[in-house]
């Protein structure tokens, strides 16, 4: 009987290890066809695409834009587009190429300024586009502007146009900017955790939502002078452009005076009050020459004859793009840093400082690459990994020019690693400086104790063998360790700044504190040698090494390779999408406060998220 049961036994295994192993091998054949088919169907897609619009003379370049970010794509799934629910987005290069391009490009008319519900694109960004559309503007050739509700940014960036049109029942917001900040302290003393905080700088305000309940007035400091820098930005661009008084415009958003489209039109915002089928006619009498005639008529049977332009969408514009000079040996690299600063690899959205020497000593070693251009746009980070890629770029610029252009954000560990280029190019709205260094951990004890009825216990080999434990609240000695820590990482950042901007120790720690400053501002203090973009950077870098009428640009880039790239870049985007969808605008605090909290080294890093509303 028991030989029996055992013999069953032994055949029941038999069987589940097979149907194991064969739903195994189902499930693998199963997600091997469908990575096929996505492939294949990807591949369709890609075919379809990769045929070249074609351009008829008399045409008009809609700059409805989508996403436009610094770097280009590295990422596998980008080549796919849409069939992997991937969001496709353009370089700032090939952007600011494609404006270019069409400044000369005979068939191209004009400009029509119409952005859509998936534009994306940060304020330095605009900056540079804008610069670019002014020249376009002065090529004799048209711009045209129309939106249903005009955002603050998107006006202050199409009011470079001849004609800025309004929907009739739309809006213009003209309020001025603000920044709000949140604080989580009073969260944390319901839950009994305590935040354990050690930094250099009284800006370093990174840490103040875990300790206070509002801003200190260091704080309150710096957000005034940004906010309202990057306000007069915008006010000063406007007044330029639409020939109205700065002090009027101020006024105007003081008093909320635009408050209706017809206010707009009124106080000269825009040109006019007309629908899209209107502006479109318009376009067409512009593109072809013939009279302006925005009346619509009827044919013979019963249909709207539509009046619309040759549009060509930039998307498709951008692909028609080629770069130029291919033959030239003559190469300014372009490595960029754009993302939160981790050590090791990173992943899509960081920069990692192993993936990150990799690419500045191919440029190094790279006999062909006669400079090197650093686009920063980046918040910060570990500082440890900061100062690898410091070392990194050091050894470089001992060898060849290194300039670097700032995006968005070179603040923190993002300025870090700007220290020790020949020359520093800033957007008059990039938010640099920021330095100082901060740790930051908690005591949960208390909370696991007092509100769920967890306590803990602990047996050591040594004093301070647990160290740095949320399980517990430090020592003294154990805080003076920290913060000695935090010191001497201060001092270094401090001492590598004064190096590379030739200033004294005294002069970088008296604007350092981890204090922000927008780039117009810190060009007077000596962060920042002027004012360009990316292109402007790369003809300086050329002309540093007297390159300036032959070169190609050379964008050093680490693509991911193999299935777990594949896989890790998919899951990355659908874990991202889905708590974009969730949270909302509470996104990139929800990022930002994870990534914080998640670090255990000493952090270089921005002290906020900023969303200028």
């Known amino acids: 009987m028991c030989q029996q049961l055992t013999n069953r036994e032994q055949t029941m295994n038999f069987l589940k290890t097979f149907l194991a192993s064969l739903l195994a091998v189902i499930v693998g054949l199963g997600v091997l066809a469908m990575i096929q088919t996505l492939i294949f169907v990807g591949m369709i897609a ?54 270019q391009t069409a400044t000369t490009d005979d068939r191209i008319e004009g400009i029509y300024m119409h952005f859509d519900e998936n534009t994306s694109v940060q304020l330095a960004a605009l900056e540079e586009l804008r610069a670019e559309l002014v020249k376009f503007k002065e090529s004799g050739k048209f711009i045209v502007a129309y939106q249903e509700n005009w955002s603050q940014i998107g006006y202050w ?30 969260l944390l003393d319901k839950l009994d955790i305590e935040p354990i905080v050690v930094r250099h700088g009284s800006f370093k305000s990174a840490v103040e939502p875990f300790l206070n309940e509002k801003m200190s007035p260091e704080n309150r400091l710096q957000y005034e002078k940004m906010t309202g820098s990057l306000w ?92 130029s000079n291919l033959s030239s040996k003559n190469k300014i690299a372009v490595i960029y840093a754009e993302g939160e600063i981790v050590s090791g690899n990173g992943s899509s959205g960081q920069v990692g400082d192993i993936s990150m020497t990799e690419k500045i000593k191919k440029a190094r070693k790279d006999k062909d690459v006669k400079a090197v251009v650093l686009r920063i746009n980046s918040p910060g980070g570990s500082a440890l990994a900061s100062e690898v890629m410091w070392r990194e770029l ?57 509100k769920l009825g967890i306590t803990t216990d602990v047996v050591k080999t040594n004093t301070y063998s647990d160290l740095g434990s949320m399980l517990h609240a430090p020592t003294s000695a154990e805080l003076n360790y920290f913060q000695k820590s935090v010191e001497e990482t201060y001092s270094t950042f401090v001492g590598h700044v ?116």
């Open 394 to 450: 050091t050894l470089l610029k001992a060898e060849k020019p290194v300039i670097v252009s700032m995006g968005a954000l070179a603040a923190s560990g993002g300025y870090y690693i700007a220290a020790p280029a020949d020359a520093v190019y800033a957007d008059r709205t990039t938010l640099t400086g920021s330095i100082g260094v901060f740790g930051v951990f908690a005591n949960v004890a208390p909370a696991l104790k007092n």
């Open 232 to 323: 007069n930005e915008i006010v000063s661009g406007v007044a330029e452009t639409r020939d109205i008084e700065p002090s009027a415009l101020q006024h105007f958003a003081d008093v909320l005076a635009v408050d209706s489209p017809q206010a707009a039109l009124d106080l000269g915002f825009v040109d006019g009050l007309r629908y899209q089928d209107e502006v479109l006619a318009e376009l067409q009498a512009l593109a072809s020459g013939e009279p302006t005639d925005l009346t619509f008529s009827v044919d013979k049977d019963g249909e709207i004859e539509e009046k619309e332009p040759k549009i060509v969408s930039f998307g498709d514009y951008v692909k028609q793009i080629t770069p």
């Open 157 to 186: 960036f199409a009011s470079v146009a001849d004609k800025v049109y309004a929907n009739p029942a739309g809006g213009l917001q003209w309020t001025g900017l603000s920044a709000e900040l949140i604080f989580y302290k009073g």
């Open 46 to 99: 890609m075919m379809g695409s990769s045929s070249k619009t074609v351009i008829e003379r008399e045409s008009v370049l809609q700059l409805n834009l989508g996403t436009i970010t610094d770097s280009p794509s590295v990422s596998p799934l980008g080549a796919f587009g849409s069939v992997f629910g991937t969001t496709s987005h353009t370089s700032l290069l090939k952007a600011v190429k494609a404006i």
């Open 498 to 613: 004064a190096e590379g901007r030739n200033m004294t120790f005294e002069a970088v720690d008296a604007i350092g504190q981890g204090r922000v400053w927008a780039g117009v501002d810190a060009q007077p203090i000596g962060l920042v040698d002027g004012f360009g973009g990316l292109v402007d950077a790369l003809s300086l870098a050329a002309d540093r090494v007297g390159v300036a009428d032959d070169f190609r640009i050379y964008e050093v880039s680490a693509t991911p390779t193999g299935i777990d790239a594949f896989f890790s870049g998919f899951a990355a985007r659908v874990r991202a999408s889905v708590l974009r969808d969730e949270l909302g605008d509470s996104f990139e605090q929800y990022e930002y406060l994870r990534s914080t909290l998640d670090s255990e080294e000493v952090q270089a890093r921005m002290p906020f998220v900023v969303e200028i509303n």
